[in-house]
């Protein structure tokens, strides 16, 4: 259940999407965000509107023909996902996210302890030699 304190943090009533960036997210994101290519013009779409359409369509699930006209264009927004995707962009902006998101409830970078779930799944009716639980190999039947 919500505690009435924390209703303020989480209340997003006051963007324009529910899935739009705060300032505050935004300040954490903005720096890992790369200078636009050399020698070319100056870039002219605004990054923090195109993460905006980013998580927009992460968010609803919608399909990129439907992306809000107030967001830059769908193939815009398309082609940084790619980009970023590729030049390891995503992947620090995740990272720092995850460092913040740690250092906020006090706890370490990274963790101490791992859960490994495994689910028990049928095995193919064919196939090569199979591991027994005491790990000695058995042919398959």
């Keep these: 259940m919500w505690a009435e304190e924390n209703r303020p943090i989480y209340n997003r009533d006051h ?3 529910p899935s739009d960036l705060t300032d505050e997210e935004w300040s ?3 720096p890992l965000i790369p200078p636009a290519k050399p020698g070319g013009g ?20 919608c399909q990129w023909r439907y ?3 107030d967001f830059p264009p769908k193939s815009t927004v398309h082609y940084y996902l790619g980009r970023w995707h590729e030049d390891g962009t995503l992947d620090k902006i995740h990272h720092t996210l995850y460092v913040h998101c740690r250092e906020q409830a006090n706890r370490k970078v990274s963790p101490t302890a791992c ?12 196939g090569g030699p199979i591991l027994t639980p005491l790990g000695t190999m058995q042919a398959r039947k």
């Design 67 to 69: 992306l809000p006209k």
């Design 115 to 126: 859960i490994i779930d495994s689910q028990s799944v049928k095995s193919a009716e064919k």
């Design 28 to 30: 954490l994101i903005e």
């Design 15 to 17: 963007l324009r999407y």
């Design 42 to 61: 100056k870039r002219r779409t605004n990054m923090r509107e195109l993460i905006n359409g980013l998580l927009y369509i992460l968010s609803t699930g």
